[in-house]
């Protein structure tokens, strides 16, 4: 790990201003960022440790949603009974992630700004845009099956490893933000992330020292709510698959749907197409693979990982099939 | 730096074991090795006060020190182990207020002010505490490397889930779970046991559960 200067915030402003320059870094759980600067892939000279910050409620707002704060850890957000009985497909996106001992540390803010777990990220001998920008992407031509198919580039491949955040997307989610200037944001979940283009190293549209305070959930859309990860083991492990929906049947139609995928791209991957295709359909496993296909037709393959647009579709044809009751 | 120190000292298996494994991650990683030498030889320190099984103990420590290398090479409570030191094996796990954590991926730093329980700190007036005894009466280890983290994840599964705390095995996530075997096996997933002493850790944590030995 490299030599840095360790602070302990005093206030969400001074934190901030600490936070303008681009070697300085907020820590939280520090799951993400400490194994990071281990390899030396992250090597900030200034850490900001947020702990003393205000940021770890969980409160009703006046629009009857919830805002979680930026510290509010991942156990605690899936454990809160408001969050299990009102956005269970949060509860259970977050504990499809990790251990209990990683989300007993690792926060809201901080998972939703984890880095790529893409195996030529952490490679610090192999070329890596996001890494090192202009270097090349080794995972095109590498051993690419965690990768992702849908909304990267030929520079970059890499696919956001949260699941709290697939939860999120499909739940319309807004991360609220104070900039240095004290300027205050809200982003939907969605716009937060930037597609890699040929900045790969470029992930977020936050500017240095804006720091994520809070995360909005607005009142929980009608229908079932589901999660489900398809992964290499039982548990502890990245998903290769998943998906959260949102889904509400009224008679033998679909009459409401909200999808997204986890593992496919560089966000959590909220599809319109696939939502377009179900409202209205009939609930049947016809109107499911439709809905895949949607979702999917722009997706691609980089060899390795090509059995994950099948494997997306099919996940999600069982998720609709299981909220909506269709066997 | 800190790594290539006990080259100094006397060559306990311990030391020689621990240096040799420095030297050969220094090989692998030239240009991490060469940055390395290029840093000044004293950094600032930071006094941290860590309070580990009831006793405070006041601390100057390199910032960069994680809770995992002050409990061990700081305090010499090895019973807690450095497995994969990135959060993937569970070996490093400690109960910090309450809560477990791995304690390779924080910083000593961030924790003054906390509760710390180790494995050392579990025992009671000399007796071992129920989830370690029930771990020797199950046979729930076999090299035992992985035991204290696997003893302290467990007691703070028992924990969490008289809170109510549920899991991904857990079908009704509004519901408070039963402790079945598929409960304590998803719980008990940040615990990798390479002997695969499993199913004895998962018999040793339910008898625990219900009430101990009957």
């Known amino acids: 790990m490299k030599p840095f200067h360790y602070e302990r915030a005093s206030s969400v402003a001074s934190a901030c201003a600490s936070a303008t320059e681009p070697t300085t870094k907020f820590i939280a759980g520090g799951t993400n960022l400490l194994d990071l600067m281990k390899l030396q892939i992250e090597t900030p000279t200034h850490l900001v440790d947020i702990a003393p910050l205000p940021l770890a409620q969980i409160e009703e707002t006046a629009e009857g949603g919830l805002r979680i704060g930026a510290r509010v850890t991942n156990s605690v957000l899936a454990a809160d009974m408001r969050v299990r009985r009102r956005y269970p497909v949060l509860s259970q996106a977050i504990l499809a992630g990790a251990s209990t001992q990683l989300r007993n540390k690792a926060t809201t803010g901080g998972n939703l700004l984890q880095r790529t777990r893409c195996a030529y990220f952490y490679d610090t001998t192999k070329p890596c845009n996001k890494r090192m920008p202009g270097s090349g992407c080794a995972a095109l031509d590498g051993l690419n099956r965690m990768n992702a198919v849908i909304g990267v580039s030929n520079d970059c491949i890499a696919a956001h490893g949260s699941d709290m955040a697939v939860a999120m997307a499909v739940l319309d989610a807004r991360v609220e933000t104070v900039a240095a200037d004290g300027a205050t944001r809200t982003i939907p979940i969605d716009a937060l992330y930037r597609a890699p283009g040929n900045t790969p190293h470029i992930e977020t549209v936050l500017a240095p020292g804006e720091m994520i305070q809070s995360v909005l959930l607005p009142p929980p859309p009608p229908g079932r709510q589901l999660y489900r990860k398809v992964r290499d083991r039982a548990s502890y492990a990245f998903a290769l698959v998943s998906v959260a929906a949102v889904v509400a049947r009224e008679g033998d139609l679909v009459s409401a749907a909200r999808v997204a995928f986890g593992g496919i791209s560089y966000k959590p991957w909220r599809s319109a197409e696939a939502e377009a295709a179900l409202v209205g359909a009939p609930a049947t496993r016809a109107s499911f693979d439709a809905a895949g296909r949607a979702a999917l037709k722009d997706a691609h393959g980089y060899g390795y990982n090509d059995f994950k647009i099948p494997l997306a579709r099919r996940t999600l044809r069982a998720v609709l099939a299981d909220a909506t009751g269709v066997i | ?214």
């Open chain 2, 1 to 214: 730096m800190e790594r290539i120190l006990p080259f100094l000292t006397a060559l306990s298996r311990r030391r020689f074991l621990e240096t040799a494994g420095a030297v050969t991650l220094a090989m692998a990683s030239r240009p991490a090795a060469a940055e390395a030498a290029a840093e000044p030889v004293s950094m600032p320190t930071e006094n941290v006060t860590l309070t580990v099984n009831g006793r405070r103990h006041a601390l100057d420590l390199d910032p960069r020190t994680t809770l995992l290398d002050a409990l061990r090479e700081r305090l010499g409570l090895t019973g807690t182990k450095k497995g994969c030191d990135q959060g993937q094996c569970g070996a490093c796990t400690v109960i910090v207020n309450g809560q477990r954590i791995n304690s390779c991926l924080t910083l000593a730093v961030m924790h003054t002010g906390d509760e710390i329980t180790t494995i050392e700190g579990l025992e009671e007036d000399g007796n071992l505490h129920p989830m370690q005894a029930a771990f020797v009466r199950h046979d729930g280890l076999q090299c035992g490397y992985c035991t204290p983290g696997q003893i302290c994840s467990a007691v703070a599964l028992l924990a969490e889930h008289k809170a109510g705390w549920p899991s991904y095995a857990t079908a009704d996530v509004a519901t408070a779970p039963v402790l079945t075997d598929a409960e304590i096996a998803e719980r008990m997933s940040g615990n990798i046991c390479r002997c695969s002493a499993y199913a004895n850790i998962v018999s040793a944590i339910r008898e625990v559960a219900e009430g101990g030995r009957t």
